[in-house]
């Protein structure tokens, strides 16, 4: 489990910086076609900061309202405030605020920018289709993402695709893109920024996806430490992938916070997803188990 660990922040931290590489390369190309030199890099952080900033302090806020997430009072489900609150004993982290989606999915997830302003979101569906031990499962991989501050690095990947984003959209509308006279002679830089401006959301997305993953993996195996029982966990991963219901109020902005793909298992673009496929997220936890 501690080797799982390791290996996934350092392969995250990896990621993570290919992720800033290209978004000063886009800075840098935007400064070179518009004759701002390294003005260019500057413009890339200012517009990154600006857009962490309102992640930051209102990201939490954002994605519980457009999960239909609602807030609970401990005699509203004294059972789930029970669980949690436990999880978090053993974790040594502040209980977060709770929430219940009402949805027949399986699902949860967690939010906010440090362990003191977490809040974890349930769906009715776990509540009532998993047992005990699984739904232990699912909120300790889900405390463990707050415990990694994994929420607050997600956050950041989530803005610097963002940032990539819009930089690739400035470069395609730069004046090197309009025939510039002064341009049109440096042919190789221009082939090389159109590559880069159709090529980099698209790069960093697959980078995103790629990091999202990592951490699925490093949730399952601290979750996993937390409980002691890796077979909950993995059991809970079975049913969902059994039942593959997607959830109502999904959308692509927010799945990477879910414990499971939000979108259920049947489109194409769950190639593209997220999550890991439950079925490798499953065979790693057995492992663990084994070697328990």
Known sequence: MYSAIAANKRKSIFLTTIFIAV???????IGRTTGYGNNGVIIAVIISLIMTLISFF???????????????????????????ENLCITTGLPTPKIYVIKDESINAFATGRSPARASVAVTVGALQKLTNEE???????????????????????????GAIA???????????????????????????????ALLAPLVAELIKLAVSRRREFLADASGALITRFPDGLANALEKIGRENLPLHHANAATAHLFFSNPFGGKKIMNLFSTHP?????????????KEA
Do not use: C
Request: positive net charge.
């Open 277 to 289: 496929p439950v079925g490798d997220r499953v065979k790693a936890l057995r492992q663990m188990a």
């Open 135 to 161: 739904l232990e499962g699912v909120l300790s991989h889900e405390l463990s993402h707050i415990k990694n501050y994994d929420i607050r690095f997600m956050m950041m990947v989530g803005v610097m695709v």
């Open 166 to 196: 819009l930089l690739a959209n400035m470069l395609w509308h730069t004046r090197i893109f309009r025939g510039g006279r002064d341009d049109r002679n440096n042919s190789l830089f221009l082939i090389f920024g159109i590559i880069a």
């Open 58 to 84: 209102a990201g939490d806020t954002i994605a519980l309202a457009a999960s239909g997430a609602k807030p609970i009072e401990k005699k509203d489900n004294a059972y789930l405030y029970r669980i949690i």
């Open 23 to 29: 978004l000063i390369l886009l800075g840098w190309l």
